[in-house]
């Protein structure tokens, strides 16, 4: 065993048996333990719910959404097979969209309708996930059987109609034909035959979905639709793989994924991650302050014993490591302990999810997502803390004069 290291063990347990330096040895690892540990647990929840958010909105929405710049795709089955031929696309579907008016035997309101195509939307969005009753699947291709086009609403829309499964209600676009009295709104009839929850009032009281088929022809559009919506194997390189479908295509189409999509509220979730691990990491830069206290006190109870070991030939550094590791061993052992307390208490929450969030969120209960790299950098951010608070005593104890000590102590 190392000179240094054997002394610095010697130096702990004897500071076990004399209370005050014990107390002070203990708040200090309890420091690092505490500051560990919340920093550990916040990073977890914080990416837990950037996590969770993300796979809310991306539930009901696809990766990349294509566009042009007139607003309309004439050969989307063309364009579509296209898109699908370049590397990282898992699935493409066309879409219609538009703002209209929903109404029913309570009343009506604002919606967003969709109109999606059946045979492909299983590519990009899984909406039997979402539903709450009823199949994505029974959306018809609608109409020319001379049945009732189908519809599937968002739970909170549908509570704001007072419909269910089976209710009819009505689409109407203020935008029709011009006559001689004025513009005719376009009416369309439709059977509620199913229900989603996404979990997002966003989307919840304003998402109806119908067959493209029957958003084409009660918007006019013809064989036309408004864009494809894409997915890709790889979410995190949905940004890339956009801007080569850009480069494939050319100028006149235009591709969004969802990080652009929604970059305010994830560069908003960001900073304030960004900004909670600073404030919790004071917790650790405290706990050093005890560190340095507690070795500042140590120095001199035993500025005899350091007077001692120099008059037999220890050197300065030597002496200096002496306490550097005895700091080492405290900012090690909170490090630890704190380590294992953040583990355990994510999985605590991640099982039993006993931390309800409020009706605003829209998440039921309290996520957490533990990432290995964050928590290696949390381990290794606060023992490097500790090591820089025993620089300052350890140097105080190399100082000790061993002839003028022993001379006056």
Not at 57 to 75: C, E, F, K, P
Not at 112 to 121: A, K, M
Not at 153 to 168: F, H, I, K, T
Not at 215 to 231: K, N, S
Request: hydrophobic share 50%; proline share 3%.
């Amino acid at each position: 065993m190392y000179f240094e290291w054997f002394v610095s063990q010697r130096y702990l347990r004897a500071k076990q048996r004399q209370g005050f330096l014990s107390l002070i040895t203990i708040i200090s690892i309890g420091g690092v333990l505490v500051g560990v540990m919340a920093l550990i647990i916040v990073l977890a929840v914080m990416t837990g719910f950037s996590k969770g958010l993300r796979d809310k909105i991306l539930g009901i929405n696809s990766h990349i959404v294509l566009r042009t710049l007139d607003g309309r795709i004439q050969d989307h089955a063309r364009l579509a097979a296209q898109v699908a031929e370049i590397a990282g696309v898992a699935g493409v579907s066309p879409y219609v969209y538009a703002q209209t008016m929903i109404s029913a035997g309570r009343g009506g309101t604002g919606a967003v309708l969709r109109g999606i195509d059946p045979r492909s939307i299983g590519q990009v969005l899984d909406l039997d996930r979402y539903m709450f009753a009823g199949r994505a699947a029974e959306l018809a291709e609608a109409g020319a059987d001379g049945r009732i086009p189908a519809i599937i609403l968002g739970r909170d829309l549908a509570r704001q109609l007072g419909v269910g499964q089976g209710d009819p209600v009505r689409l109407i676009l203020a935008d029709g034909p011009l006559t001689p009295i004025g513009i005719i709104p376009r009416v369309q009839t439709c059977r509620v035959v199913g229900i989603f929850e996404s979990g997002m009032y966003e989307y919840d009281s304003v998402f109806a979905f119908v067959s493209l088929s029957t958003a084409q022809r009660f918007l006019d559009l013809g064989q036309a639709v408004h864009g494809l919506e894409i997915r890709v194997t790889d979410i995190d390189r949905a940004g890339e793989i956009a801007r080569q479908i850009e480069a494939r295509l050319g100028r006149r189409y235009v591709a969004r994924d969802w990080i652009s999509t929604n970059k305010n509220l994830f560069s908003a979730l960001r900073l304030e991650k960004t900004a909670m691990s600073i404030v919790v990491a004071l917790i650790v830069i405290v706990a050093a302050f005890n560190i340095v206290s507690t070795l500042i006190m140590l120095v001199m109870e035993k500025r005899r014993d350091i007077a001692v070991l120099k008059a037999m030939g220890a050197s300065a550094g030597a002496i200096m490591r002496i306490f550097v590791f005895e700091g080492l061993i405290i900012g090690l052992t909170g490090t630890a302990l704190g380590v294992a307390g953040g583990l355990t208490a994510c999985r605590l929450l991640a099982k039993y999810r006993f931390i309800k969030l409020p009706d605003v969120y829209p998440l039921s209960t309290l996520p957490v997502e533990v990432v290995p790299a964050d928590v290696l950098a949390i381990a290794a951010t606060a023992i490097l803390i500790s090591l820089a608070a025993t620089i300052y005593p350890a140097w105080q104890a190399a100082r000790v004069e061993p002839a003028t000590t022993l001379r006056y102590e």
